[in-house]
């Protein structure tokens, strides 16, 4: 892991960077010199110990912390006002006046209300809202908010672009842990409570995360986050019982497998008291599972989930489950039906504290997917969306995409599962079934880089996720301003060209690669650069369909694979009717003629055409505008950033002359314009 100065790094410091110029009267001044406080706790401690730290930077000078006082000060505690609405992690906020003395309140449901109060308030500063007029009452829409790390013990991550991990290194947790401290906090900062290290492709080394041998280091992981109000999950084998406990089988129903695992998690308990759970990959992708035991997912997740629930721990059961050895020359098969064809027929066999966590889109992470047919079809089963701020398939951080927009598009997709407005938050949130656990999960983007994130600009994802799932309300564009404030500062030119960039990141990274929803025109295996035909699965012809007439898969339920029809009818008849098909996911759904006219009059070989040089236009304008910001913003972000944009400029190009290319040669349709083909 790289060295780091941290405090001296904008890089480093990210969004919680206090080194900057704000404006703040002479009364709010006057009460930032004191902290009242009465109550204890580790994370109040946190909750105190972080706003002090920002206060020293605006005021320079520790605030005092008394028990009683008669001056002005900010007051830290726990909510006793019932009139006012909080659920856990919820606060208020509030100026006001006590014994002629201005006070600011600062009021949690819980310790993690408290601690998120005080970052809403740092936030609230930093950002330029008025102090003197302060009065928040804020409570998070999902009350489960995880990040998930794909981090291997070895040190890699797999689908990691930020560099090593920053918790474990040759097979060992590290040990100097200061860096994970520093990452809860960051999490913390944007109310992210729930955090798994490992990967779901758990290896022989992870395996033993539950045992005796590496349990004592988790636990050290675990006090850190605990500090910050954030739980500790980890992934595990579901052969473990084989792996280290020294069984012949797996299987769920087996009386002795069922005690090894209620064993396994009273150890795990007896180090961490409050240890979150399980997230398991089973029968995926050559992952062990109950298949083998011809038991089903729910029988498999149930045992776990019973080893877990005296503890009140559960269980993230994994819906990524497919068949990747499908024969694509089969016509009805079809990877994105997978996922609801295993679950669907399962819903309300899962127990209590079992949630399954379900991909945003019906295959893997695309730039463009429909939402899955399985937010809507589970109506009795908790659900957890799982996003991936890890760029895999959107340029793995070197590319700039912003995916803020495709997740809110996802959460805001009105899945029409009990009438009008059953929006997927309200899935995911529990509301919508009144299931018991609601959350959201994303795959991490960061590691040992000294921005985190690889990518300074892939910040804002990381940020963005976590102020998005705490308010599903806040648009993509309000995220990204208060990113870019946070991050580089109020001077209102600089922000409005990173918060433009930012919101048109995303569709200028489709425009070059993938046209109209097709998907997965990527090289095989590391996923990075064009291979129109690269599917790795696909070793009978290309994944897309393409030929020399007509391009998309036809997943229509009339003449295709019959996948639209897993939606609600309401949805699956505007997908299945090519007049009501939202283009941008044409291909997605339908295999059509080269010469089909979309909504603009362009056909579809010109619109693939055109994006493609469109978007590399706009990268070239992207650095145009980047470089107005050279001396206006701390250099070595500046400096990092325009590195990745010629990356991005060079390889936008090479996804532009590809694409044009194979689709021009299989054609022989012309460019309206007479571009230059290579
Ligand atoms: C962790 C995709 C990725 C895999 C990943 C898998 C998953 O297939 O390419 O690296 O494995 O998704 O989500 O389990």
Redesign the pocket.
Known sequence: MEYINKESSSLYNCWLNYDKEVTLSDEIKEILKTIQLNEEGIIINTAVKELSRAIKKLIGKTPEIIKDTMLSHIYLGKLKDKTIKLVPGGFSIKKSTLNQKNIIEILGKDENGILNGVFSFIRAIYTGSNINEINIVDNPRNMVRMINH?DNMSGDI??GYAGESIFFKDNHIVENKSRIRDYARLMASVAINGIVIN???VHKQETKLITDELLPEVKKIADIFRAYGIKLYLSVNFASPMEIGGFLTADPLDFNVRTWWKKTAENIYSYIPDFGGFLV?AD??SRPGPFTYGRNHAEGANMLAEALRLFGGIVIW?C?VYNCKLDWRDRSTDRAKAAFDNFKPLDGKFDENVVLQVKNGPV?FQIREPISPLFGALKQTNEFMEFQIAQ?YTGQQKHLCYLVPMWKEALDFDTFANGKDSNVSKIVDGSLFKTKYGGVAAVSNIGGSECWTGHPLAQANLYGYGRLIWNTFLSSDEIAREWVKLTFGAEKDVEQIIVDILLESREVYEKYTCPLGVGWMVNPNH?YGPSVEGYEYSPWGTYNYADYKSIGVDRTVATGTGYIGEYEPTVADKFENLATCPEELLLFFHNVLYSYKLKTGKTVIQHIYDTHFEGVEKVDEFINKWETLQNKIDSKIFDLVMEKFQIQKKDSREWRDVVNTYFYRKTGIDDLYKRKIY
Request: proline share 0%; net charge negative; aromatic share 14%.
């Open positions: 794909w797999e689908r990967n779901v492709n990959k995926s992708e994994r990524f893997d895999e996923h």
